[in-house]
């Protein structure tokens, strides 16, 4: 509409819509109600994020089911990672951030004095944008976190006893690879580096890793868009599998994906709102916000 043409009523006053989205559009809370069968494996309640003086999330609520894939879209500094963080209390290693509201997990309080981080973020396991393996075995990367959280006993009394715990070390390694749909790739060389790895198989070697300590939970952040598209087509696949039996949520900025792999979608906008959420193919075949429908039409973003 050009300037000439619009027609502004003083009632209703004509939509100004920017590049990044900003419009005088309320949220409605009806948007962000989302009725679903099952319980709520994370309830988010009224969660604020400052860093700083700046608001990067705004009274978010959201409920997430469990065993499905929940996604998180919205453009770019929309506070995606920042509400992905506040789910296993990453968040809290960043100094300036202050975080207000409630997340319970199984309907557990997470932001209380007394939770055990590491017990937490086993629970709650993280995948992130850049696979990032450690500097060493296949193996070693798989049996690290059982070995910290003394689910594999390699010590001396276990040796002088006679245990081989290598034994259990095989097969939890090579359950987590099978589960992360490496296995195949990788089971004649388990003790290369895992650096060595193309970038999709890193990709999958990191979720091999987070299983490996029996997670209910996956947080995911953007965790195809530093791969091509054949790698980025075996991380969809695996996630969906991977619905079966956990809770994922995952950020991603590529829509198709979202609508591909996801059973809900959250969209977030600039300001840090969850502007609408709920079943994915009603998100994008018949959004309530006309703000959503701008930007899964590609209007802005
Ligand atoms: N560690 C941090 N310190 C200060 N500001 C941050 C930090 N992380 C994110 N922000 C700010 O919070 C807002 C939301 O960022 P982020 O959660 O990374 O959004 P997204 O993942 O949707 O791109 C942005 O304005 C960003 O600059
Ligand atoms: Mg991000």
Sequence with gaps: MSETEAVHEPSEPAQQLTTSGESDERVREEWTEYDFDGSAKLAVEDLDVHYGDEQALQSVSLDVPEESVTALIGPSGCGKSTFLRCLNRMNDRVKSARIDGSV?????????????????????????????????????????????????????????????????????????????????????????????????????????????????????????????????????????????????????????????ISDQTAVFLTGGELVEYGDTDRIFENPESQRVEDYITGKFG
């Design 104 to 260: 319970r997990l199984d309907g557990e309080e997470i932001y209380t004095d007394g939770v055990n981080l590491v017990e937490l973020r086993k629970r709650i396991g993280m995948v992130f944008q850049e696979p990032n393996p450690f500097p060493k075995s296949i193996r070693d990367n798989i049996s690290y976190g059982p070995r910290k959280h003394g689910d594999l006993d390699t010590g001396l009394l276990a040796r002088l006893l006679g245990r081989d715990d290598r034994e259990d070390e095989d097969e939890l390694v090579e359950r987590a690879l099978r589960r992360a749909a490496l296995w195949d790739e990788v089971k004649d060389r388990l003790d290369d580096n895992a650096l060595g790895l193309s970038g999709g198989q890193q990709q999958r070697l990191c979720i091999a890793r987070c299983l490996a300590v029996d997670p209910e939970v996956i947080l995911m952040d953007e965790p195809a868009s530093a791969l091509d598209p054949i790698a980025t087509a075996k991380i969809e696949d695996l996630i969906e599998e991977l619905a079966e039996d956990y809770t994922v949520v995952v950020v991603t900025h590529n829509m198709q994906q979202a609508a591909r």
